[in-house]
C-alpha cells in the first residue's frame, strides 16, 4: 500500500513557473514507478510524465516536453515536477500516481489503467 500526497499547486502568470511534489508512505517507494497526469475541467485525465523506480528513465507527453522536468528522490520518498514556460492550457489539477516497477513501463507509462495508486491532486492554475 502507498499513500500519495502533492504539494506545490498555486496561481502562476503565463510564462512562470511552479514546483510540484509528491511525498510517497511506506519503504517500498523506491520499488515503484511513478508518473505525474493531470485533468482539466471537462476533460479525461491525461498523462504528463513518468519516471522509472530507478530514476533511469522518463517519458513526457509531447505538450510538455521541453518544459517540464519530472524527477525523484527515493530516500525522500518523493517526486518532483518541475514546470516552466507554463501556459494557461497547463491549467488543471495535476496528480501524482504510483505503478510496482516492471518490463512494460516503456510502452504503457501513459495509461492511467497501469497505475495502481493516486493521491489527491492539486491545483495549478495559469493566467494569461
Known amino acids: 500500500q502507498v499513500q500519495l500526497v502533492e504539494s506545490g499547486g498555486g496561481l502562476v502568470q503565463a510564462g512562470g513557473s511552479l514546483s510540484l511534489s509528491c511525498a510517497a508512505s511506506?519503504?517500498?517507494?523506491?520499488?515503484?514507478?511513478m508518473g505525474w497526469f493531470r485533468q482539466a475541467p471537462g476533460k479525461e485525465r491525461e498523462f504528463v510524465a513518468a519516471i522509472r523506480w530507478s530514476g533511469g528513465s522518463v517519458y513526457y507527453a509531447d505538450s510538455v516536453k521541453g518544459r517540464f522536468a519530472i524527477s525523484r528522490d527515493n530516500a525522500k520518498n518523493t517526486v518532483y515536477l518541475q514546470m516552466n514556460s507554463l501556459k494557461p492550457e497547463d491549467t488543471a489539477v495535476y496528480y501524482c500516481a504510483a505503478r510496482p516497477r516492471g518490463p512494460d513501463l516503456s510502452t504503457t507509462y501513459y495509461y492511467t489503467g497501469r497505475y495502481d495508486y493516486w493521491g489527491q491532486g492539486t491545483q495549478v492554475t495559469v493566467s494569461s
Open positions: 511506506g519503504r517500498t517507494f523506491s520499488t515503484y514507478n
